[in-house]
């Protein structure tokens, strides 16, 4: 079934993608209490951060990341098909947006989701998804004046729809396989496709230089996160991130989304290796790279990306930042996000 996109991102939940007994696509709720409670012990290790790796190990983890990027470099495609199914006859701006096919040297293909300014030269955002690896289009920040590129990373969702060939036990397998791998794959190998994206999208001659900034929700809002830390002096302008995911790994202590790390977990001899992991791709690891302006919203009823975590990470940000409790909302793309991230975008993008 093609696929379609999400506009504006007023989706619902973000969650895996699980099938129903119908065969129909569910997109409920990410688990909000932890699994496997006999095998995880994530949820009683409280001394998480000393595992976790150092200032210097992070940043040659970064350093490492980029280098690849610049060997292992793309084959990109833009793709004659547009963004909206005619199967559910929903159309926008014809020709105007384009599916990008991105075909590593070494990895599997990956697409991203072109949506070009009108008038050019213009700033580049850079949206990221949710953990169900949704594709999002953004028409009302392209007619503010931005070019905006959402990446798919992992080649876990495609034009014609997700590739569940690539599930594990009916989940994406990113956060479990960071943990296993001693973060060499999953979310680095992540990391690295939105690099070559990026790269791809700032050397378009419509794209105005050292004028970069990101969004994203849940999963979304971690890897936008991660990636000001990773762009930080790439010329990085502001970053917005809802509801954030890879949030204070401890804190979480396996609440709510974080529970997708077990199976990792159950894979490993010395838990020890599994933190260490995680510490790679926890943005309080990232915090002191993070001085650009940056938007966080929390949820008083998310129970998969909890407000103390967030919280937590706003506190230790360096530099001009914005941080709004949304006091009844759960875990799910909101209006009030949107809004904010525009008005943030109109201010520092």
Same mark, same amino acid.
């Given at each position: !079934?093609?696929?379609?996109?999400?506009?504006?991102?007023?989706?619902? *939940?973000?969650?895996?993608?699980?099938?129903?007994?119908?065969?129909?696509?569910?997109?409920?709720?990410? *688990?909000?209490?932890?699994?496997?409670?006999?095998?995880?012990?994530?949820?009683?290790?409280?001394? $998480?951060?000393?595992?976790?790796?150092?200032?210097?190990?992070?940043?040659?983890?970064?350093?490492?990341? !980029?280098?690849?990027?610049?060997?292992?470099?793309?084959?990109?495609?833009? +793709? $004659?098909?547009?963004?909206?199914?005619?199967?559910?006859?929903?159309?926008?701006?014809?020709?105007?947006?384009?599916?990008?096919?991105?075909?590593?040297?070494?990895?599997?293909? /990956?697409?991203?989701?072109?949506? *070009?300014?009108?008038?050019?030269?213009?700033?580049?955002?850079?949206?990221?998804?949710?953990? %169900?690896?949704?594709?999002?289009?953004?028409?009302?920040?392209?007619?503010?004046?931005?070019?905006?590129?959402?990446?798919?990373?992992?080649?876990?969702?495609?034009?014609?729809?997700?590739?569940?060939?690539?599930?594990?036990? =009916?989940?994406?397998?990113?956060? *479990?396989?960071?943990?296993?791998?001693?973060?060499?794959?999953?979310?680095?190998?992540?990391? +690295?496709?939105?690099?070559?994206?990026?790269?791809?999208?700032?050397?378009?001659?419509?794209?105005?230089?050292?004028?970069?900034?990101?969004? =994203?929700?849940?999963?979304?809002?971690? %890897? &936008?996160?991660?990636?000001?830390?990773? /762009?930080?002096?790439?010329?990085?302008?502001?970053?917005? &991130?809802?509801?954030?995911?890879?949030?204070?790994?401890?804190?979480?202590?396996?609440?709510?989304?974080?529970?997708?790390?077990?199976? $990792? /977990?159950?894979?490993?001899?010395?838990? &020890?290796?599994?933190?260490?992991?995680? %510490?790679?791709?926890?943005?309080?690891?990232?915090?002191?790279?993070?001085?650009?302006?940056?938007?966080?919203?929390?949820?008083?009823?998310?129970?998969?990306?909890?407000?103390?975590?967030?919280?937590?990470?706003?506190?230790?940000?360096?530099?001009?930042?914005?941080?709004? !409790?949304?006091?009844?909302? $759960?875990?799910?793309?909101?209006?009030? /996000?949107?809004?904010?991230?525009?008005?943030?975008?109109?201010?520092?993008?």
């Amino acid at each position: !079934m093609p696929l379609s996109l999400i506009v504006n991102n007023y989706l619902g *939940p973000v969650a895996p993608i699980s099938t129903t007994p119908s065969g129909s696509r569910d997109w409920g709720q990410l *688990p909000s209490q932890p699994v496997c409670k006999e095998e995880y012990k994530l949820s009683q290790q409280k001394n $998480g951060f000393e595992h976790y790796p150092t200032i210097e190990e992070v940043d040659d983890w970064i350093d490492s990341l !980029m280098d690849e990027a610049e060997v292992n470099s793309c084959t990109v495609e833009v +793709l $004659g098909r547009n963004s909206f199914s005619h199967h559910l006859g929903v159309h926008y701006a014809s020709n105007e947006f384009r599916y990008v096919k991105f075909t590593p040297k070494q990895g599997t293909p /990956f697409y991203g989701y072109w949506q *070009p300014a009108w008038s050019q030269p213009a700033p580049l955002l850079i949206h990221v998804p949710g953990y %169900g690896a949704e594709m999002s289009t953004h028409p009302d920040l392209v007619q503010q004046g931005y070019h905006v590129l959402h990446i798919s990373p992992l080649g876990y969702t495609t034009p014609d729809g997700p590739n569940e060939a690539l599930q594990v036990d =009916g989940e994406w397998p990113v956060l *479990p396989d960071t943990v296993s791998s001693g973060a060499k794959e999953g979310y680095r190998s992540w990391l +690295l496709n939105c690099i070559q994206a990026i790269n791809w999208a700032e050397e378009l001659e419509g794209t105005v230089k050292g004028r970069l900034s990101f969004f =994203g929700t849940s999963q979304g809002g971690g %890897g &936008a996160l991660l990636l000001g830390s990773i /762009f930080r002096d790439r010329g990085v302008r502001c970053v917005a &991130a809802d509801v954030p995911f890879l949030t204070n790994f401890p804190l979480a202590a396996g609440r709510g989304a974080y529970a997708l790390t077990a199976p $990792g /977990f159950t894979k490993l001899q010395n838990p &020890a290796a599994g933190w260490r992991s995680l %510490g790679f791709i926890d943005t309080l690891s990232h915090v002191r790279r993070l001085t650009m302006p940056v938007l966080l919203t929390g949820g008083g009823e998310d129970l998969s990306t909890p407000a103390d975590t967030i919280e937590s990470l706003f506190e230790r940000l360096p530099g001009t930042r914005s941080y709004t !409790m949304l006091q009844n909302t $759960g875990h799910r793309y909101t209006r009030e /996000f949107m809004h904010l991230a525009s008005a943030w975008f109109r201010i520092y993008a």
